[in-house]
């Protein structure tokens, strides 16, 4: 097992990546605080590994009162009506202050989950079992919760973070293949933004990821977590450089909120939007032709889309991404690829002729 802090002086948290972890309850239970458990899962998932887990918090006699609740799945139920099921649920089952909330699913059920723990009688505990490699290289770790709202992804959230995350690879044997591809495209990122030998890493072990060969798995996921947990430990708030995690996310999220919640995979639309955002660092003259070319070719082998969908016109993408949360004083900033593989800035200071540029090439009207 490896293990990864995230530092944060005295909400420090160690994610822990391993096979066979949901087969060792001392690790869940030891960061389970008070006697009740509310294990916040989906249909989907519940099948495949809930018993297992409420298993895990009741083993060796722990007389932890365990409850679950099942939300419809899919990025489409990511709101507050769903929101409030987790509500009437710990409400019901008289869920207190020192209860723990457990994630177990992807970065849907993680996002939720951790929302309705930060505002739960005002915070609980809260813990992530990541089940999808998204949920597993990025969104368990670093404490960003929330919901959809119709007009826009993830603008009523909170930041807070869990008591641990626990990684069981083995979870990602029953994931199906696009959804883990839409995980490898930010796998992806981290080696653009801040990490020029990952990235190179990635080049050569693309078909392995693929294949799901539990080594490369496993050190994509470490990697991963490991470039988060820096970025997080240095700028929890987003003040700046966290920010950097968003790369093709502009684009992306514009994808994602232009052909309805749930018709693309999140890390497909940031695929595509990394594209994008290559493209417009390439015009910008921020990067040379073999680095925006290599991205491209990266991408095309994690299987994932590397333009946008046709319905995308540049007037959607303009008009979601003026509410896009990085607009600021009405300047929108992006993050853009600048200099060597592994170099990227957050910026409003480029020629938003370039970024019209971009949209029409990547849209037919
Ligand atoms: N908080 C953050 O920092 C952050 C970062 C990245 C993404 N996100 C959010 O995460 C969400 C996307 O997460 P996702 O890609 O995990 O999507 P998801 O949660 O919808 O999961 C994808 C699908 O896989 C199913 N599933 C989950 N685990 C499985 C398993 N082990 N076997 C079989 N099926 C399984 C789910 O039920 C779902 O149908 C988006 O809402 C995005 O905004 C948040
Ligand atoms: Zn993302």
Redesign the pocket.
């Known amino acids: 097992m490896e293990v990864v802090d995230v530092d944060l002086s005295d909400r420090t948290y160690p994610i822990y990546i391993g096979s066979g972890l949901l087969d060792k309850p001392e690790l869940l239970q030891k960061h389970v605080k008070g006697k009740n458990v509310l294990v916040v899962t989906?249909?989907?998932?519940a099948p495949?590994?809930l018993e297992k887990v409420v298993g895990l918090l009741k083993a060796n006699g722990s007389k932890i009162n365990v409850e679950s609740v099942i939300l419809p799945?899919?990025?489409k139920y990511?709101d507050m009506g769903t929101l409030m099921k987790v509500f009437d649920k710990a409400v019901e089952t008289r869920m207190d202050r020192r209860c723990t909330f457990v994630a177990l699913?992807?970065?849907?059920?993680?996002?939720m989950c951790?929302f309705a723990a930060a505002a739960f009688l005002r915070g609980v505990n809260f813990i992530q079992i990541?089940?999808?490699?998204?949920?597993q290289v990025?969104?368990?770790?670093?404490?960003?919760?929330?919901v959809?709202h119709p007009l826009g992804?993830?603008l009523i959230g909170a930041f807070y973070q869990p008591q641990c995350v626990v990684i069981d690879t083995d979870?990602?044997?029953?994931?199906?293949e696009r959804?883990l591809c839409?995980?490898i495209a930010?796998v992806v990122k981290y080696g653009l933004i801040r990490d020029a030998k990952f990235f190179e890493w990635q080049e050569e072990n693309m078909d392995k990821l693929l294949a799901r060969d539990p080594d490369a798995l496993a050190y994509a996921i470490k990697r991963s977590c490991e470039n988060k947990a820096e970025v997080v430990s240095l700028d929890e708030k987003e003040a700046g450089l966290r920010a950097t995690?968003n790369l093709g996310h502009t684009f992306g999220h514009a994808i994602e909120t232009g052909i309805g919640y749930g018709g693309w995979?999140?890390?497909e639309a940031v695929a595509a939007g990394t594209v994008m955002a290559a493209d417009l660092s390439f015009r910008l003259g921020w990067i040379d032709a073999s680095l925006q070319s290599r991205i491209l070719n990266l991408l095309e082998r994690a299987k994932v889309p590397v333009a946008p969908p046709s319905t995308m016109t540049v007037e959607k993408f303009q008009n979601i991404m003026a509410v896009d949360k990085k607009v600021v004083d009405g300047d929108l900033r992006l993050i853009l690829l600048k200099g060597e593989l592994g170099n990227c800035v957050f910026t409003s200071a480029y020629d938003t002729k370039a970024l019209e540029e971009t949209l029409h090439s990547f849209c037919s009207s």
């Open positions: 989906n249909t989907t998932v495949l590994y799945d899919g990025e990511k699913g992807g970065g849907v059920i993680g996002d951790g990541p089940t999808t490699l998204m949920a990025d969104s368990s770790v670093g404490g960003k919760t929330g959809n992804k993830n979870t990602l044997s029953t994931l199906p959804e839409s995980g930010e995690l995979l999140h890390g």
